[in-house]
C-alpha cells in the first residue's frame, strides 16, 4: 500500500500564489510519474500538470504552473502563481501517483485532496 498526503492548500486572492506539496510513502519500488488534478463541484476531474519522463501542463496552467518533483522525498510540488478565480474558484486538487511495486506490479494512486480557494 502507498499512502498520499496533500498539503498546501487555502484561501488565495486573485494574482497571488499557493504552493501544494504531495509526499509518497510505503511500498514503493520506483515511482514512474506524480500529477496534480482539479475537480470543481459538479465538474469531472481533469489534469492539471504531471512530471514523468516529461513534463506536461494543462493549457491554460503553462506559464503560471510548476510541477517539481523531489525524489529523495518522494514529493511532488505544485507552484501556482498570479492564480485566477477560474484556477480555483472552490477546487479540489488531488495528487496522483504511477508507481511500481517491489513486487514490479504498476499501481496508481490517489491522495484524498487539498481544497483551493481563490477569492477577494
Known amino acids: 500500500q502507498v499512502q498520499l498526503v496533500e498539503s498546501g492548500g487555502g484561501l488565495v486572492q486573485p494574482g497571488g500564489s499557493l504552493r501544494l506539496s504531495c509526499a509518497a510513502s510505503?511500498?514503493?519500488?520506483?515511482?514512474?510519474?506524480m500529477g496534480w488534478s482539479r475537480q470543481a463541484p459538479g465538474k469531472q476531474r481533469e489534469l492539471v500538470a504531471v512530471?514523468?519522463?516529461?513534463?506536461?501542463?494543462l493549457d491554460s496552467g503553462k506559464g503560471r504552473l510548476t510541477i517539481s518533483r523531489d525524489n529523495a522525498k518522494n514529493t511532488v510540488y505544485l507552484q501556482m502563481n498570479s492564480l485566477k478565480p477560474e484556477d480555483a474558484a472552490v477546487d479540489s486538487y488531488y495528487c496522483?501517483?504511477?508507481?511500481?511495486?517491489?513486487?514490479?506490479?504498476?499501481?496508481?494512486?490517489w491522495g484524498r485532496g487539498t481544497q483551493v480557494t481563490v477569492s477577494s
Open positions: 496522483n501517483v504511477d508507481i511500481t511495486e517491489p513486487r514490479l506490479r504498476d499501481q496508481n494512486y
Open positions: 512530471i514523468g519522463i516529461s513534463t506536461n501542463y
Open positions: 510505503g511500498s514503493i519500488f520506483r515511482i514512474n510519474a
